[in-house]
């Protein structure tokens, strides 16, 4: 959805490319999170009377919610760097992972998944009695399209990692496993293979504001295209 350009050899511009595919699925994606927003809050919480509960849950709703929003931001922003031409070898291609963990909208799916089960229970248990400020059905609506939704992003997000995850585990992509081809490059031991992509283990992998570190001689020769 962004590329990048060198606009001199002094300096670099990013410029935005405009993809509509791209740019629709982001404003889905964004108006989704917003509608978990306003049911978690408006309908969950905020009517909630149980104080502790409704804090210690907005806390963590929202912030997964920027952290959710943040990654996808910055995910949309990075320059993804290219391999030159004749140099797509297995180590510069390891060389452009990502060094940060963005799967953040898993997290935010499965806490309205248990909000949303834990309202349904606790508004049948008081007979829809100061439940939440809309009526019942509407209650029930809001909430089922909350459900779907979380399980939706959830088993989406939650399967992206799972395919990634194996094909770095093992060091072989996901087109190489198919085709079961003998390898012919010296696979890594697979912890190996993930600090390769990660790199070394920190609480960093799952901040959105974590810089790339500086780069290395053979990072040197990728350009932005």
């Known amino acids: 959805m962004v590329a990048w350009s060198n606009v001199s ?7 935005l490319v405009t993809d509509i595919c791209g740019v629709i699925c ?16 408006v309908v969950m919480l905020l009517p909630c009377p149980y104080p502790v509960y409704s804090a210690v849950n907005m806390i963590i709703f929202q912030t997964f919610a920027f952290l959710a929003f943040a990654s996808h ?40 998944l248990i909000l949303s089960v834990n309202q349904l229970i606790m508004c049948t248990n008081h007979e829809w009695k100061d439940c ?14 909350l459900v779907f939704e979380g399980l939706l992003f959830a088993t989406f ?3 992206m990692l799972g395919t990634q995850l194996q094909a770095i585990w093992n060091d072989e992509t996901g087109i190489e496993q198919l085709k079961k081809e003998e390898a012919r490059w010296v696979k890594k031991s697979r912890w190996k293979s993930i600090q390769a992509v990660f790199g070394r283990f920190s609480l960093a992998w799952f901040s959105p504001f974590t810089r790339p570190p500086p780069k290395t001689k053979l990072e040197s020769y990728l350009y932005s295209v």
């Not at 031409?85 to 990502?98: L, R, S």
Request: proline share 5%.
């Open 9 to 15: 050899s002094s300096c670099e511009v990013g410029l």
């Open 26 to 41: 982001a404003i889905l994606t964004w108006l989704l999170i917003l509608y978990a927003e306003f049911v978690v809050m």
């Open 73 to 112: 931001l910055r995910a949309m922003f990075t320059d993804p760097g290219a391999v030159p031409k004749g140099n797509a070898t297995k180590e510069m291609i390891q060389q452009m992972g990502f060094r940060e963990g963005q799967f953040y909208i898993a997290m935010i799916s499965i806490h309205s």
């Open 132 to 145: 939440s400020a809309y009526s019942p059905p509407a209650t029930v609506v809001l909430l089922l399209f």
């Open 157 to 159: 997000t939650m399967v």
